[in-house]
């Protein structure tokens, strides 16, 4: 590939549609059909991640110098994952995300490798800032995929990895916040919240949950394909709850002939339909990364609607395919859904399709 073409020059880092010349007002009123991504850098390397701020940027510079310096889209998921993964003021992510009900910060993270079709994840592993490579160690280092708990955080040890205090202050202030707020049937509160213990319990709807996750998927110069998908899950959660981004075919999943997809927010849903496996699927049937996160997202809303009295729309999926063409799709959320794009173009956001639920 041209290499002078792919330096990123950070002044390009400017929203796009995802649909070629498509501006981001128009998205949710053109005919699907039209959604579908037309990469003009088809066969050449690419690299995404669900993230749209300036640490994403920062990641998909870095990971992109790795795919042009001729490296692996693995080495490239790693690097992107793993910046994401350390920035103190992501709230959804690695280190300083946020905790479950009892205050502690439990991450989730995948990795799959579509050359060989290996793959390793850790579950609801503490104190490790970088959980997407201790689950590469265990794609690599072992015969097994998935670790948990304690048994991820003995393994990661064993490797040298440091263990830490995952929580920052915001993160433990949202975290004390949210223990004195939620609930006035409680032994918590602020003085003015234990001084008035009958008030309204629509007083604590501020509090919110929150879904972050990142995907990070690439293409190499070989065609080779690889994803991560790393978490600190679903705010609140209960004491080991496990969500979608450490199983594979849910929150991730990678065929060197087809492509790679990922998944965030409300995890039950995406492991409940296999969701990026689905993706991934449609896509080796023929649909485009585009038309396939949206397949994904009218499954959820069409099997679960009506029979789940949890369902809370919230997924957004992205995909690639082998040929370097994305996909991005979301349910129910105010905003449109958008992911950051490194490949020879340059760097910039894509915004996808907000499919409209109104159940
Ligand atoms: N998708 C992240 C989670 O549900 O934990």
């Given amino acids: 590939m041209n290499r002078k073409n792919s330096k990123i020059d950070r002044r390009s880092f400017v929203r796009h549609g995802v649909g070629a010349g498509v501006g981001a007002w128009a998205l949710d009123r053109i005919p699907k059909k039209k959604m579908v991504s037309q990469n003009k850098s088809a066969g050449s390397p690419i690299i995404i991640t669900s993230h749209t701020n300036d640490t994403a940027a920062d990641a998909m510079q870095q990971a992109w110098s790795i795919l042009t310096d001729g490296g692996s889209a693995l080495d490239a998921v790693e690097r992107g994952a793993n910046v994401i993964e350390v920035d103190p003021n992501d709230s959804g992510v690695g280190y300083g995300g946020l905790p479950n009900e009892e205050g502690v910060i439990q ?38 995929v998935i670790l948990v708990g304690q048994g991820a955080l003995d393994f990661a040890r064993s490797y040298g990895f440091e263990e830490v205090d995952l929580h920052t202050e915001r993160s433990r202030n949202a975290f004390l916040r949210w223990r004195e707020e939620h609930s006035d049937r409680d032994d918590y509160g602020s003085p003015d919240h234990l001084v008035t213990p009958n008030q309204d319990e629509d007083d604590y709807d501020s509090i919110p949950f929150h879904y972050g996750t990142t995907n990070v998927l690439a ?34 999943y990678v065929d060197n002939d087809i492509g790679a997809a990922g998944a965030t927010g409300r995890g039950e849903d995406v492991i409940k339909c296999c969701g990026s496996f689905y993706i991934v699927m449609r896509m080796g049937q023929g649909r485009s990364p585009q038309e396939a996160c949206e397949d994904a997202i009218e499954f959820i809303v069409h099997k679960y ?13 992205v995909a690639i395919n082998k040929d370097g063409e994305m996909g991005c799709a979301s349910m129910g959320s105010n905003r449109v859904p958008s992911m950051t794009v490194a490949n020879s173009d340059g760097l ?12």
């Fill in 107 to 144: 991450l989730d993270s995948s990795i799959m490798d579509g050359k060989t079709y290996n793959a390793g994840a850790v579950a609801a592993i503490e104190n490790i800032k970088t959980p997407c490579s201790v689950a590469r160690l265990v794609m690599e280092r072992t015969d097994h």
């Fill in 219 to 252: 293409v190499d110069s070989n065609g080779d394909i690889s994803g991560i998908t790393t978490t600190s899950g679903l705010s609140w959660k209960i004491n080991g709850r496990i969500g979608d981004s450490p199983i594979i075919g849910a929150g991730l």
């Fill in 305 to 317: 609607r009506n029979v789940n009295p949890n369902f809370f729309p919230s997924e957004k999926f």
């Fill in 348 to 359: 910039r956001i894509e915004e996808g399709v907000r499919t409209q639920y109104t159940g």
